[in-house]
């Protein structure tokens, strides 16, 4: 069975700060691994989606990279903001079902 | 479009009560599934479908139901309710690239 790891649980960090939010599986045959942003009592926003063919995504201040043979994942944050603090999380995509991570809890620090 | 569109947002049940949450989604996406939230577990797979008329169990399908009659719509059951079922319930749908969009969740408590 698929197991899906993200550490830290949580972070807090100044605004202004880069940073990197980990993400690893334990099978490496996925189709593609997704990551999300959770608000406190909302759904999931999907922020970026990297294919397995592919070794890294980018939208704005957002770059998500994916190394398949080792089993991880890294979304990287440039120039955090206190509006980028949520919840964040991957999901591996193995043929017809999805794997979740537990999350990580960012809080950027005005 | 509206997207993933799930009711109730809100629910309390009895023990033994039945009820459903809807899901619909607008955007001809043939792949739909259902998910539940609990704290520290992450998101679980409970059932999904990959068109109408065809379902499948995912992770923990036990005291859940599911049909798909139509494209738009996966309806999720509980035929009896039990505490072990509170949870915040999620509804996706899948495009065509594996990209995954979610409703905004339906928060149940049974008591």
């Known amino acids: 069975k698929q197991e899906v790891t993200q550490i830290p649980a949580a972070l807090s960090v100044p605004e202004g700060e880069n940073l990197v939010l980990n993400c690893s599986f334990t099978d490496s045959a996925i189709y593609n691994l997704q990551w999300f942003r959770q608000d406190p009592g909302k759904g999931l926003t999907s922020l970026l989606l990297i294919q397995s063919s592919q070794r890294e995504q980018t939208s704005g201040r957002l770059n998500a990279s994916l190394d398949k043979s080792s089993g991880r994942s890294t979304l990287y944050i440039a120039a955090s903001q206190p509006g980028d603090s949520a919840t964040y999380l991957c999901?591996?995509?193995?043929?017809?079902?999805?794997?979740f991570g537990t999350g990580t809890s960012l809080t950027v620090i005005p | 479009n509206a997207g993933v569109t799930q009711t109730p947002k809100f629910q309390v049940l009895k023990t033994g009560q039945s009820m459903t949450l809807q899901c619909a989604q607008d955007m001809n996406h043939e792949y739909m599934s259902w998910y539940r939230q609990d704290p520290g577990m992450g998101l679980r797979l409970i059932h999904y479908?990959?068109?109408?008329?065809?379902?499948d169990q995912g992770e923990v399908p036990n005291g859940y139901n599911v049909s798909r009659s139509t494209t738009e719509d996966f309806p999720l059951r509980l035929l009896s309710a039990a505490p072990s079922q509170t949870s915040v319930y999620f509804c996706?749908?899948?495009?065509?690239?594996?990209?995954?969009?979610f409703g905004e969740g339906s928060r149940l408590t049974v008591l």
């Open positions: 996706a749908s899948k495009w065509w690239n594996g990209e995954l969009f």
């Open positions: 479908s990959v068109g109408a008329g065809i379902t």
């Open positions: 999901a591996v995509r193995a043929a017809n079902q999805f794997y």
